[in-house]
């Protein structure tokens, strides 16, 4: 069982940053891969970055060189750095995880976190 929480969403100009947070907690967190995902309104939702318990990451073609993600396991917490910030990255953010990268679908997902930025 693990229960996620996302914050550090906001608005901000284009070529901005912003820092966004995903507090974990729950049985073999330590273990889990763990991702975000991102869905503006009218368009699918898709993944911006993963990581796994070895930190090996995983971007989008769309956020490489300007996201990254990493993790603190002493804090229990995902992280999402985002950098130089474009208006198509106006989203809902979500933090996800799952048992292991072979799962085949997030098991658990945290409420969301919104991000505008402005051109």
């Known amino acids: 069982q693990v229960q996620l929480q996302e914050s550090g969403g906001g608005s901000v100009q284009s070529g901005g940053s912003l820092r966004l947070s995903c507090a974990a907690s729950g049985y073999t967190y330590s273990s889990y891969y763990m991702g975000w995902f991102r869905q503006a309104p009218g368009k699918e939702r898709e993944g911006v970055a993963t990581?796994?318990?070895?930190?090996?990451?995983h971007y989008a073609v769309s956020v490489k060189g300007r996201f990254t993600i990493s993790r603190d396991y002493a804090k229990n917490t995902l992280y999402l750095q985002m950098n130089s910030l474009k208006p198509e990255d106006t989203a809902m953010y979500y933090c996800?995880?799952?048992?292991?990268?072979?799962?085949?679908?997030?098991?658990?997902w945290g409420q969301g976190t919104q991000v505008t930025v402005s051109s």
């Open positions: 996800a995880a799952k048992r292991t990268r072979f799962d085949f679908e997030f098991k658990y």
């Open positions: 990581i796994d318990s070895d930190g090996s990451t």
